[in-house]
Nanobody, 116 residues
Framework: VQLQASGGGLVQAGESLRLSCVAS????????VGWYRQTLGKQRELVAV?????????KYGDFVKGRFTISRIFSNNMMYLQMNDLEPEDTGVYYC?????????WGQGTQVTVSS
């Protein structure tokens, strides 16, 4: 199983980024799939997740406040995170994750840096 995240970068506050995650060896309807992040001095936290394998039930972290949108395309086994109105506090490493059969599969992370 491999998850490859991409799309991070350096942006200014108020700008947008779109993160992508391509999965191989596991389908993105195999369990809960989503994005997490690790910001400076904090533990890894939920950004957005499809709670169930093939469903549309989504949970967002409290800090998202309508700025981010998670999506996925089953046909190409990819997942996305559209992030708008980015804030310096969003700076961190963003990881995609698939949780299936009591196992978490993590991508390598992509760095997002937001300057003020």
């Amino acid at each position: 199983v491999q998850l490859q995240a991409s799309g991070g970068g350096l942006v200014q506050a108020g700008e947008s980024l779109r993160l992508s995650c391509v999965a191989s060896g596991i389908r993105l309807n195999s369990g809960s799939v989503g994005w997490y992040r690790q910001t400076l001095g904090k533990q890894r936290e939920l950004v957005a997740v499809f709670v169930t394998g093939g469903g549309s039930n989504i949970k967002y972290g409290d800090f998202v406040k309508g700025r981010f949108t998670i999506s996925r395309i089953f046909s190409n086994n990819m997942m996305y995170l559209q992030m708008n109105d980015l804030e310096p506090e969003d700076t961190g490493v963003y990881y995609c994750d698939v949780h299936s059969r009591r196992t978490d599969y993590w991508g390598q992370g992509t760095q997002v840096t937001v300057s003020s």
